[in-house]
DNA sequence: GCCGTTTTCGGCCCGACTGTTTTCAGTCG
């Protein structure tokens, strides 16, 4: 897939166009069409190829002919003539917070600064004082910048963005003043990825509310402070930012402050449309308050659907909702069991019975208990001999529990071949077979694809584990052909799984979209190692929303009995 | 550069905070 690879080009293009003070409408449209083209379910190749490009929103006769220039030549000749007027590096300066296209031109015009080091030279031997509206105080927060950059603070995963927003909710939930506090942003909207964590919160004490927030235990600078507005840095080097309105302000707020930008911008502009206006303060007719307190009030002002934050990408949700067409997404309360967990048989620290007792707690009616296979040696795959006995141990505890059942699976190895590790008379034993890679991660993209459709193929696989095999921080995706996989996965009736240990989240959101549209089921697991991450669960939910399944499309939200005739194949 | 149940040209979301100003531009979300 091409699609970031040109986004990120796009991106590109607007920077220097930014810095050439070239239209600013005309940036933003290169910036609209980067983000639409990142959120797009489909090969960009394949809407070439059909001549669907102008149907992306933000792409017109222009953006289309240089996305076809890129498909078919690997390069746009627009932009390496912009690359010849501005030296490498100058564009690196965009990265300093505090420091824009304005700024970087400045800077360039005035002392031909490219690259940050230059930058850094500069600021500290006072040259910049040279130049009008740069004074001691810009000085040094460029400094800072400069310092922040290094350190190039990464971007989180979603479930450490959780637990980051939880040590600021917390504290504050419990200050008095502070009225209604939820978070917002991508992180409301369940991003997989999260750059920062919004809050906000009502008040009709706002600077308190303020001064509480700015002095939290996990703050290590403050970036801004405002009486209603502040924006922090933790000691683990997140930007947490956080608003604070009235009461009657809340639903506005809430709306502006979620996101995504481009969501906002059209339903700003369909409200103009109408004659109203919308801030985070409320909706307006002139200066008339018309509505603000939920949510719920400004859509209907609209004339639309409630649009949950999970959709809220200007991907088509807006279109839908008002015709009330939205899809109604899949909840974590209609999950009924958790199909992939690991137990002491192989690699888990739980045993069965723990892990069963966890899950009827949860509220579920079903798990499966799916040990490593033999060939899994590091993760004490468990040997033809032991799956006898482990059956034998899931039988006397089923006899036991009422309302609730342990089913019998298994997490077999995909060998290099694309073989399964069990032959077939042991593998249609099992209630349910899950198939995952485990092994030759670096084998090529067409290899694996194969390996992952042969598994496919195989009558008694029901379930495809992780099928892109990223594991945040430690490897990305392997360039596996999900078209190719999903075509397989319906023919045969195999599952393909969101996987939600908080590190994988694979498929992600936009697989998971293309998944729905090609047809192919989709199950919900957690991959526990142990009791208490049985509760991860909502991430993967959260993944399958971004991806706009319903109840239907999750298989783990049939009862055991619809669950096992679905999984036939 | 995109887009159109008022428009194929003339618009394009809206406001807070900072650092420098003496009324505002730049940056950010």
């Known amino acids: 897939m091409k699609n970031h690879e040109i986004a990120e080009i796009f991106r590109k293009i607007a920077s220097i166009l930014e810095m050439k003070g070239d239209n600013p409408f005309r940036v933003r449209a290169y910036l609209r069409a980067a983000d639409n083209i990142d959120g797009l379910s489909e090969d960009i190749e394949t809407l070439a190829k059909e001549k669907r490009l102008k149907n992306i929103a933000g792409i017109g006769d222009d953006l289309s002919a240089k996305i076809l220039e890129y498909v078919s030549t690997g390069k746009i000749k627009f932009l390496e003539d912009l690359n010849k007027t501005v030296p490498a590096g100058v564009l690196d300066l965009l990265d300093i917070p505090s420091i824009g296209p304005k700024t970087v031109k400045l800077l360039f015009d005035k002392f031909k600064i490219k690259s940050i080091e230059q930058l850094e030279q500069s600021a500290k031997s006072g040259r910049l004082l040279e130049i009008p509206g740069i004074k001691e105080k810009t000085i040094k927060n460029i400094l800072e910048g400069i310092v922040f950059v290094k350190k190039s603070a990464e971007a989180m995963y979603l479930a450490m963005a959780l637990n980051i927003a939880d040590e600021f909710l917390n504290p504050l939930k419990i200050i008095p003043g502070v009225e209604k506090i939820t978070v917002a942003g991508s992180l409301r909207r369940r991003k997989e990825i999260i750059r920062d964590v919004d809050i906000l919160i009502t008040s009709g004490f706002p600077q308190k509310a303020m001064s509480a927030f700015t002095s939290l235990a996990p703050v290590k600078e403050i970036l801004a402070e405002g009486e209603t507005k502040s ?339």
Not at 370 to 393: F, P, Q, R, V
Request: charged share 30%; net charge positive; aromatic share 6%.
């Open 231 to 569: 924006s922090v840095r933790t000691l683990s080097g997140v930007q947490v930012d956080c608003r604070v309105v009235e009461e009657k302000s809340f639903g506005a707020a809430l709306l502006y402050f979620t996101g995504s930008k481009n969501f906002n911008i059209k339903i700003r502009q369909m409200a103009l449309k109408k004659g109203l206006k919308i801030n985070e303060y409320g909706v307006f007719r002139g200066n008339k308050f018309i509505c603000g307190r939920s949510e719920n009030e400004v859509f209907k002002t609209l004339g639309m659907a409630y649009i949950e934050p999970e959709l809220r990408e200007d991907c088509g949700e807006i279109e839908l909702a008002l015709n009330n067409k939205l899809p109604h997404l899949v909840e974590l309360k209609d999950i009924k069991g958790d199909l992939h967990v690991h137990s002491l048989w192989s690699d888990g620290r739980s045993s069965i019975q723990e892990m069963a007792e966890a899950a009827k707690k949860i509220g579920y009616s079903y798990i499966c208990v799916t040990d490593h296979s033999k060939s899994l040696k590091i993760a004490n795959g468990l040997s033809i001999s032991d799956l006898k006995k482990k059956k034998a141990e899931i039988e006397k505890i089923n006899k036991k529990l009422n309302n609730f059942v342990v089913l019998y699976g298994t997490e077999v190895d995909i060998d290099s071949d694309g073989k399964i590790d069990y032959p077939d008379r042991i593998l249609k034993e099992f209630d349910i077979v899950i198939a995952a890679i485990h092994t030759g991660f670096k084998q090529s993209g067409s290899q694996i694809t194969r390996r992952t459709v042969k598994a496919c193929m195989n009558k008694y696989v029901h379930v495809i584990a992780h099928p892109t095999g990223r594991l945040w921080g430690v490897r990305d995706a392997y360039d596996i052909n999900l078209e190719e996989v999903f075509k397989a996965a319906k023919e045969t009736n195999t599952r393909l799984e969101i996987n939600s240990f908080p590190n994988r989240l694979d498929l992600n959101d936009h697989n998971v979209h293309a998944a729905k549209q090609a047809g192919v089921g989709i199950v919900i697991n957690t991959d526990s190692h142990a009791a208490e991450q049985l509760g991860a669960m909502h991430l993967g939910v959260s993944v399958a929303r971004r991806g706009w399944l319903e109840a239907k499309d999750v298989v783990n939200t049939l009862k055991i009995d619809g669950l096992l005739k679905a999984l036939k194949k």
